[in-house]
């Protein structure tokens, strides 16, 4: 069985340990969301590239959920001693090193696929992971401060602010010329399901989405009977973890299973799980066109996360 | 006092911390070699710059001479668990700090002396420290390697090979086309003494003096009476560190006291110091037209260089 997943970073790449464990012969291509990279002292960083990468690869920090497992940081406290920031970014000493290594390959002409690869053929995730494109798209969250509009990194708004702002707006600066990694389109014209996780249905799924093409390729294949499936990162009426319900709002989307599933859609999404604490959500979501389960969504552990992936699979196969 | 020093790594920057007890009220600017520069990683590395800046700035490794004082080297594993090398050159945590400030700062289109700068506005050395040139000046070292003619960076002879083959020539690729750094041939001019201290006479001073102009300068101004004063890198027949030998080969000059003193020649010193145990050079020196004393030259602790560097001192205003 070949499964697509679009996947941003914690949420995502928990999903993906337990779809490995609840598909363990799948061939499973991971289309990852690069709205989030950010230069930082000139290297490029990958958040949700290397969230998903260190998760599945056994090198991640379990409790934080991204950074390295028993990490150090030397480095960046001489940054400090140097007065050079941001500070508020956490890049441990080992997380560094993957940074050297993707940037030196950048600056010698490797696009960020094959550089994703390259890191990969280390950390032997056991999926496929592209990023959603090869061409720099960077996240931006209009904010106001003291009465004055100003648009930020994402990564400003969320590490650094900590969403504590209303976003006015969130923009994929870059995604409209971007074009979909290679491999991206074919994994999803070859998918036997196409799975979204309880990601950042904006900033992470909706960034994926945005590159030209991507939805299309979706949308179409929906329509020839690739069962589409998405699991609801809200539980409940609020985000299950991270500050979604901040950049929902930015779009004009409340904080809720069911508005989520209808922000999707019936064109893209062929399947939806709620939590079974949304159970009343089912007849909404249903009577817009879209298949509904509630089933318990929350990814206490990678048993029941996996649980999470069957359901998943299991719905997409009563859409078949 | 307005001193100038050309300086190379290890042996000039404890000759520096010599000098600076000898001379506490002298505006010291040192020029520093930096044909053994080299990209690693995708980044800039200046290790004689550093080791002169960490020497003074007490941030120096003591015992090895080079490197950061109570070094870690995660990244380092880390880029080698990549399977990115070279493995043989040990860059430390805090270490790439440094070259991670000096690469971001050089892609943002500051020249190298600019970056030096902001380098030692942290460690505040105590000198100005300019790069001989801001223009990319490395030096190449022909081998043979299994009777193939081949030609290597400096680093890579010195660091990896470590001068265990016969160097056949040392070559300072893009020198003849490199300017002095801004600063550089206005120090010289205005320099009541010039020193050279005991660092290599080829791969580190002769680099130096193969950026066009600045040799010149030395000329000049010793031309015009001052004082140019040089310590001999070579005691007892043999380089007192390093394997300054091998590089002396290449270029046809014996690993004698008095060899390199010919070398260097009387148009640019017009004073040598030699140790107490080649007191017979002295007669030899002075015949080439270069004023000579025999004085203990071993950089044992900063007390006994402070005394070498008074020696210079002394040696020059006799010059005078």
Redesign the interface.
Same mark, same amino acid.
């Given at each position: 069985m070949r499964i697509v997943v679009l996947a941003g970073g914690i949420g995502g790449a928990r999903f993906l340990r337990g779809l490995k464990q609840a598909a363990p012969d799948a061939e499973i291509t991971v289309v990852g969301n690069t709205g989030d990279d950010i230069h930082l002292? $000139?290297?490029k960083v990958c958040p949700d590239l290397d969230t998903v990468m260190y998760t599945l690869g056994g090198g991640i920090n379990e409790e934080q959920g991204w950074g390295r497992l028993d990490e150090?940081f030397? !480095?960046?406290e001489? /940054?400090a %001693?140097? $007065? !050079?920031g941001p500070e508020w970014f956490g890049l441990g000493? @080992?997380d560094?090193?993957?940074h050297? !290594?993707r940037?030196?390959m950048l $600056?010698?002409g490797f696009p960020l696929s094959a550089v994703t690869e %390259? /890191?990969c053929? @280390?950390w032997q995730p056991g999926v496929r992971l592209l990023p959603m494109s090869d061409d720099r798209v960077e996240t931006h969250v209009a904010i106001e401060v003291d009465g004055e509009q100003k648009a930020v990194h994402f990564q400003e708004y969320w590490v650094k602010l900590r969403a504590s702002v209303d976003a006015k707006a969130v923009v994929p600066v870059g995604a409209e010329a971007a074009k979909p990694a290679p491999g991206v389109l074919d994994a999803i014209a070859e998918a036997d399901v196409v799975l979204f996780p309880p990601s950042n249905p904006v900033v992470s799924v909706g960034t994926i989405l945005a590159v030209p093409g991507i939805r299309e390729a979706i949308v179409a294949a929906a329509a020839s009977g690739t069962p589409v499936v998405g699991l609801s990162p809200i539980v409940g009426d609020a985000p299950v973890r991270g500050m979604a319900d901040k950049v929902l709002a930015a779009v004009g989307v409340e904080s809720t299973a069911t508005a989520v599933a209808l922000h999707y859609g019936s064109e893209l999404l062929g399947g939806w799980l709620v939590d079974t604490v949304d159970a009343g959500a089912v007849t909404d979501v249903e009577a817009a066109g879209i298949r509904c389960r509630a089933v318990p969504l929350m990814m206490t552990d990678v048993e029941a996360t996996a649980a999470m992936a069957r359901e998943a699979l299991a719905l997409a196969e009563e859409l078949r």
């Open positions: 002292f $000139g290297l150090s030397t !480095v960046k001489e /940054l %001693a140097y $007065g !050079v000493d @080992r560094f090193a993957t050297i !290594v940037t030196q $600056g010698a %390259a /890191l053929a @280390r």
